[in-house]
T-cell receptor
Framework: DTGVSQNPRHKITKRGQNVTFRCDPI?????LYWYRQTLGQGPEFLTY????????KSRLLSDRFSAERPKGSFSTLEIQRTEQGDSAMYLC????????????FGSGTQLSVL | QKEVEQNSGPLSVPEGAIASLNCTYS??????FFWYRQYSGKSPELIMS????GDKEDGRFTAQLNKASQYVSLLIRDSQPSDSATYLC??????????FGAGTRLFVKA
């Protein structure tokens, strides 16, 4: 097991296009999180899954954002009709339910919206 | 008021000195407290966790928690240039959402 894997590492898109990111968590981790980070800021919580159930979604998250975790394994984050303000690093993290919320992060997907 | 507050720095210390990083949080129901290290261009990496009042030591790192004052700190002894990074304080309220501060940039001068 090589840790949390995210694809792609970089994504450049034009405003108005849809983009989708993938996250493969550590295999035995049943909790999966999406965060967004911009320069000079800490990671901002977007959404959380326990197994396949999406249990919490940030109130700040636009309806353009949607996440899924079919079968409780990998997860996808889709952004529809991208805007320049969506440009950020999108981080995925996973944790084990019994491990007191210790998060293990992937390398992230850097999104640039032109 | 931000939920987790940190001084953005940069904090500059000479090699071999003690670096002291501080964090305050607003939710009195918070139960789990973490320090993550983030090198430039990399993702955050967990270095310390603390759950009860007092000190917790791990190698050159000591985390300190004071729930009454809603204060968390991280001490790095014998600081090395390789410790130069952004240190993120993170707090979890016993639910499933971990809130991060904006981070403190640490620079250790050789």
């Amino acid at each position: 097991d090589t840790g949390v894997s995210q694809n792609p590492r970089h994504k450049i898109t034009k405003r108005g296009q849809n983009v989708t990111f993938r996250c493969d968590p550590i295999s035995e981790h049943n909790r999966l999180y999406w965060y967004r980070q911009t320069l000079g800021q800490g990671p901002e919580f977007l959404t959380y899954f326990q197994n396949e159930a999406q249990l919490e979604k940030s109130r700040l998250l636009s309806d353009r954002f949607s996440a899924e975790r079919p079968k409780g394994s990998f997860s996808t984050l889709e952004i529809q009709r991208t805007e320049q303000g969506d440009s950020a690093m999108y981080l995925c993290a996973s944790s084990l339910e019994s491990n007191n919320e210790k998060l293990f992060f992937g390398s992230g997907t850097q999104l640039s919206v032109l | 008021q931000k939920e987790v507050e940190q001084n953005s720095g940069p904090l500059s210390v000479p090699e071999g000195a003690i670096a002291s990083l501080n964090c305050t949080y607003s939710d009195r129901g918070s139960q789990s407290f973490f320090w993550y290290r983030q090198y430039s261009g990399k993702s955050p990496e967990l270095i310390m966790s603390i759950y009860s009042n007092g000190d917790k030591e791990d190698g050159r790192f000591t985390a300190q928690l004071n729930k009454a004052s809603q204060y968390v700190s991280l001490l790095i002894r014998d600081s090395q240039p390789s410790d130069s990074a952004t240190y993120l304080c993170a707090v979890s309220g016993g639910g499933f959402k971990t809130i991060f501060g904006a981070g403190t940039r640490l620079f250790v001068k050789a």
